[in-house]
């Protein structure tokens, strides 16, 4: 969503709160706001797996799926905030219904939600909460037959989004984040091969897909880096008059 404004879509409740309004009022002081995907876009175009890089496409997998894009260097938004909603691209028009009222969704089929339920099915209950996240990446690095099965099946879906990214922006670098991210190049192969069905070969030639480096710090450290260059941009956010004055 647009800087300061909550997704409708996932926090209806909010969507009439400015955030980033309220806590400058509250606070007297410059405040950022921003969703995850593109904070983790930044910062690990910064410091991370794109670092030095200025076209760089980060998808944060998880219970929702985001990706926040950096062109020349800067967030890329869009007219109204809403790029980068990659996880309700459409990549099975007889697949479940998704929340945004379309069938099919991305996010319907390779979220956490789904990704458990799948789980479940094929791995059974983990006590009663059931595998999680967590579950499903420790059983693929044991080698677990079913964990790997619905690896596989996430990158063939995720590369049918990836491959058109490509197509439309072909950026440098793809960084997957988010936990289920974890597990490597066990995503990553079956990624990759389901890209090259579907990117043109000399996109896919020039664009790198890695995992995260900077990990769960991603967001967080995203965030610092926004502010930072905001302040770089534009001195008189934070005035200096008050620096070396202290006792
Ligand atoms: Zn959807």
């Known amino acids: 969503a647009a800087p300061g404004k909550m997704s409708p879509l996932i926090l209806p409740a909010w969507k009439h709160v400015d955030v980033k309004e309220w806590f400058e009022t509250t ?17 690990e175009c910064f410091w991370g797996a794109g670092s030095g890089g200025e076209d760089l496409t980060y998808i944060k997998l998880a219970t929702g799926i985001g990706a926040g894009h950096i062109i020349h260097g800067d967030v890329y938004r869009g007219a ?5 909603e990659i996880g309700h691209i459409p990549v099975d028009s007889n697949g ?34 059931g595998p999680t996240v967590r579950d499903l990446v420790e059983g693929a690095r044991t080698g677990d037959a079913a964990a790997k099965q619905i690896i596989d099946g996430m990158g063939a879906y ?5 491959g058109g990214l490509l ?3 072909n950026p440098a670098i793809v960084v997957l984040g988010g ?28 664009t790198r897909i890695v995992t995260s480096v900077l990990g769960e710090r991603a967001i967080a450290v995203g965030a610092a880096t926004l502010v930072l260059q905001a302040a770089l941009r534009d001195r008189s956010l934070f ?8 006792a």
Do not use: H
Not at 158 to 162: E, P, Q, R
């Open 80 to 84: 109204g905030g809403m790029a980068g």
């Open 239 to 246: 005035p200096t008059q008050n620096v070396g004055r202290s």
């Open 158 to 162: 995720l590369g049918i989004a990836v």
């Open 27 to 43: 606070f007297d002081m410059p405040v950022f706001v921003d969703n995850d995907a593109n904070l983790g876009a930044l910062s």
């Open 96 to 129: 479940p219904l998704c929340v945004c009222g379309l069938r099919g969704c991305l996010v319907t089929l390779i979220g956490s939600t789904a990704l458990t339920e799948r789980a479940r099915e094929l791995m059974g209950t983990r006590g009663r909460k």
């Open 179 to 206: 936990e289920i991210s974890s597990v490597g190049e066990m995503l990553l192969d079956p990624l990759r091969a389901s890209v090259r069905q579907r990117a043109l070969s000399v996109s896919m030639a020039e």
């Open 167 to 169: 197509n439309l922006l």
